[in-house]
């Protein structure tokens, strides 16, 4: 038996921060699934001994290359792009890129590691990855975005394919960057093939994919408010961001009979007492997809709303909360105030909004928390559809679609509620239940697979 990886919780956890310098955010990723795992590994030595864990930890690979492209004006402009590929234990890579400035290796090397579990939760055969570049796309015109696209994938096709690894859209990279990227793919190997997902509906796209992260993760918070008799109708909701997520998780929330205060962007937020309504959540995708204006013009355009520069939501007195921007913008001192004043649930359509504080926070005054990787899986399961409908080259009816991603959110919720139990409380540790339901799949396949 390999005792050297019987070290304790705190000497692993300084252990990846010191092969990890200067990576905050993937060594507290590690450190939330850590500190559950290591509960629950206590009595299953095959764990310790193939050291699962601390390959898991350990991403396949991390690739980074240069990105050129050329302004409006001639100028030469140079990124940097990754892809992570964390693990494929159990299927092809599978993760978003992101397109933002605060794009790093340690952000991407969180996301692919959560990647890694959430896609496991699923049911799905998908593997982990993630990938993107320091580019901002905002204020660029569209032929801007299209050469940055083409010289990314010009890099980036050559350690990508249907059964290697499967891209798809995540922060700054939406409908056109995915039809930049997908055409510059097939001109580059003459191949139409399910490469990346988040596609046109007219080649090879998925209904219901655009939707399917927001919807998810209001679907999750229904199925933890069933647990407790409850329901998301006539519940006030605070929600952040007002991208692809959050506008989707509003039209959900709304179409449920809940209603929507907050929307926000990087610039502050709007409150609007009467409720952002469906009709209004069309304004704001346009105002995003469209104009490409900011969440602040919503309070010009409707009256009795306010806009709150360079603040978050998180002060606006809710029963439910959906975190739905970036990494880390919900603190401890944010947890706090949502659960004085009231707040009975926060799902997260982001990934990993809530920094470690602020999830002890919500699991020590035990209510409803789902962490993104079970609560935002919605957008990589009907991603995972369609991988499988552009390989049997077919495409699903929306209803089938709808029925399945239900299905499979609820899958998850059962899957956290089984290993997220904590004796003498009443409500489920969706985090333990996620870490420990996602590790378990994944290491049980790498224990198969010997040391490799
Ligand atoms: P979008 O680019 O569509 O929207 C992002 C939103 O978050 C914008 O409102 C943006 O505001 C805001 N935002 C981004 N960075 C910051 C920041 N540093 N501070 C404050 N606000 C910020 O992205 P998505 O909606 O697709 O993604 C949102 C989150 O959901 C991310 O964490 C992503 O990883 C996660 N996610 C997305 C999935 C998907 O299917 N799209 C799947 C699973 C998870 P601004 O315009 O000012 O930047």
Redesign the pocket.
Known sequence: MAVSDHVDLATFIEGVRRRNPGQPEFAQAVQEVAEDIYDYMQDKEQYHKYQILRRIAEPDRVISFRVCWEDDNGNIRVQRGWRVQNNNSIGPYKG?I?F?P?VTESVLKF?AFEQTFKNALTGLPMGGGKGGANFNP?GKSDNEVMRFCQSFMNELYRYIGADIDVP?????V?GREIGYMFGQYKRLTNEFTGVLTGKGLEYGGSLIRTE??GYGAVYFLRNMLATQKDGVEGKKVVI???????THAAEKINQLGGKVLTL????GYIYDPAGISEERVNWVKDL?NKRRG??SEYAKEFKGSEFVSGKTPWGVPCDLALP????N?LTGDDARLLVQNGCIGVSE???M?TTLEGVHVFKDAQILFAP?KAA?AG??SVSGLEMSQNSARISWKEAELQRLLEDIMAGIHASCVEYGGRPGSKVTDYVRGANIAGFKKVADAMLAFGVV
Request: proline share 2%.
């Open positions: 978003g992101r933002h605060s996301l905002k798809a859209g995540d922060i700054g939406g399917a992260t952040s961001g007002s991208g692809n997520v959050a926000s962007d990087s610039e995003k900011r969440i739905c921007a970036t990494q913008e359509g982001a990934n909004p993104g935002n957008g990589v």
